[in-house]
Nanobody
């Protein structure tokens, strides 16, 4: 089992920045690819981005490319989502997720790709 706890959400004005963190516990963190998803009210949960087990490979949805950056610190068992130039349409509950994928070169962008989920953190961007 992997336990995931997100933090760092809040209220920010459009154009501002936030950094979310997701702390993992329970298993060897570097064995897992990590993903970020978000869910706005009344909408499906959607993929935001992912980072592979080593941190050398990332992949993002088109609407956040150039604004969001995912990184990880395997020594601290933490993955980060740096969000810049935030827009009102980025308002959502943000979730981190984990998938066992040591040495895998795969890119995981589907909800069903991930076995473990955090509880989410609210991000609200005001216009």
């Amino acid at each position: 089992q992997v336990q995931l706890v997100e933090s760092g959400g809040g209220l920010v004005q459009a154009g501002g920045s936030l950094r979310l963190a997701c702390a993992a516990s329970g298993r060897t963190f570097s064995n897992y690819a990590m993903g970020w998803f978000r869910q706005a009210p009344g909408k499906e949960r959607e993929f935001v981005g992912t980072i592979n087990w080593s941190g050398r490979s990332t992949f993002y949805r088109d609407s956040v490319k150039g604004r969001f950056t995912i990184s990880r610190d395997n020594a601290r068992n933490t993955v980060y989502l740096q969000m810049n130039s935030l827009k009102p349409e980025d308002t959502a509950v943000y979730y981190c997720a984990a998938r066992a994928a040591k040495y895998s070169s795969g890119t995981y962008s589907l909800r069903n790709d991930y076995a473990y989920w955090g509880q989410g953190t609210q991000v609200t961007v005001s216009s």
